[in-house]
């Protein structure tokens, strides 16, 4: 599906958020749904807060337009998070419909309505198949100009992850998380270090063939304007250059290193 990352750096007063270009688009429920690579970034900032999008381009877009132009941070959480419950409420009002003929509300809270204990219990045993696919990061200062993160998953609810210092979601986040936690991420780490830091994370994840390769990053830094470094730039293409020298590097040292041990 996708990698959308953030990280807390310099002691608090920066904040990194990176992400692929990867969607997924479902054109109907009977029709599979299917990854494409945007040609603009699918991080945006409003003021000082940036948010990300992992999931169904079409509640990204639904979510987008409801913020208009808010900036608070936690306006903002809470628009994206009302955005994710509403949709579901009408995706599952939707499948209920279709299956019993009545609404959402009679089926959960009328237990004498006449329908098959067969289809009674195929709706509640696919309750937790009811996600619309949509969750999102909001990563930046609040209005007390505090670093924060939090992430709004499928169900709506909004989870703090702040103290943890970083987060990721999409089906690469695994691997993004896995590089942050092994390789000694702390969030005193400097501004410029953190940049490099995040991007390799990034590079990590695209181990999962549904993470894409194109890349883009905004850096906000407490009392100032954000900062993008889009795929396109100039300063993305070094960074890109620089970490593809350090891997032929890496790959030139672990040559010499077993003809070394294995000579004979």
Request: hydrophobic share 40%; glycine share 8%; proline share 3%.
């Amino acid at each position: 599906m996708t990698l959308v990352q953030a990280s807390i750096a310099d002691d608090g007063n920066s904040v990194v958020l990176i992400a692929d270009r990867l969607l997924t688009r479902r054109l109907s429920r009977d029709l599979p749904s299917y990854e494409f690579e945007s040609a603009t970034p699918k991080i945006l900032f409003r003021g000082n807060v940036g948010i990300g999008f992992a999931g169904l381009s079409l509640y990204a877009e639904i979510s987008t337009r409801s913020l208009n132009k808010e900036k608070d941070f936690d306006k903002i959480t809470g628009i994206i998070s009302k955005c994710v419950r509403h949709e579901r409420e009408k995706f599952i009002e939707g499948e209920v419909r279709i299956l019993t003929g009545v609404s959402a509300k009679e089926f959960f809270t009328n237990p004498q309505l006449a329908i098959p204990p067969e289809v009674r219990e195929s709706i509640y045993g696919m309750m937790g198949e009811f996600d619309i696919e949509c969750n999102a990061v909001v990563a930046g200062f609040d209005k007390n100009n505090k670093a924060r993160i939090a992430v709004v998953d499928e169900d709506g609810d909004i989870v703090e992850v702040t103290p943890f210092g970083f987060a990721s979601i999409g089906t690469g986040s695994p691997f993004s998380i896995v590089y942050f936690d092994q390789h000694g991420y702390d969030t005193r780490m400097k501004r410029n270090e953190a940049i490099v830091f995040a991007f390799e994370a990034k590079k990590w994840a695209e181990a999962h063939t549904g993470v894409g390769d194109r890349t883009d990053i905004l850096v906000f830094d407490k009392g100032k304007k954000p900062i993008s470094i889009y795929d396109d730039n100039e300063k993305m293409k070094q960074l890109r250059n620089a970490y593809e020298v350090e891997l032929k590097k890496h790959r030139q040292m672990r040559v010499a290193l077993y003809q070394k041990v294995f000579k004979n």
